[in-house]
C-alpha cells in the first residue's frame, strides 16, 4: 500500500503542475484572441467560451494518459488502450466496473478517482470564471 500511496502521490504532484500550467496557458490564449479579435460580440464571446472548454479537455485529457502511462509502466493493465480506457473512466468517476486494476493496486486507482474528481472540480470553476469575464455570461448581462 505504501508503493501505492508515493506513486499516487507523484502522479498527482503531476497532474497539479499539469493543471496549473495548462490553466496558465489557457488564460494567455484567451488574453490574446480577447485583445486580437477584440471580442466584444455575442459570437466571439462563445467562441472565446469553446476554445477554453478544448483547452480544458486537452489539459485533462493529458492528465489521463499520464495515469495510463504510469499503468502500463507498473504493469497494473495489460496493454495501452485498455489502461487509456480505465483512466478515463476513473478519472472522470464513471467507473464502470468492467475493468479492473490489479488487487493490490486498488488504492492507486482510487487515488486518481480522487485527483481527477479534485481537477474536474477545478476545471468547472475555472469554465465559470471566464464565462462571467470574457464569455457570454459577463456579470451584468444576464443575471
Known sequence: ???NLC?????ISLTVLIHT???IAITHVMAH?????RMHGRRSRVLA?????????TVMTAEVWLWAGMYILLGVLPDFETALYFSTITFSTVGYG?????HGWRVLAALEGVNGF?????STAYLIAA???IGPFKAGEHF
Open 21 to 23: 500550467f495548462g490553466l
Open 33 to 37: 484572441l480577447v485583445a486580437h479579435f
Open 7 to 11: 506513486v499516487g502521490t507523484s502522479v
Open 49 to 57: 467560451m469553446i476554445s477554453v472548454v478544448m483547452g480544458l479537455f
Open 131 to 133: 464565462g462571467t469575464r
Open 118 to 122: 479534485l481537477l474536474i472540480g477545478w
Open 1 to 3: 500500500m505504501i508503493l
Open 98 to 102: 468492467d475493468v479492473v486494476p490489479a
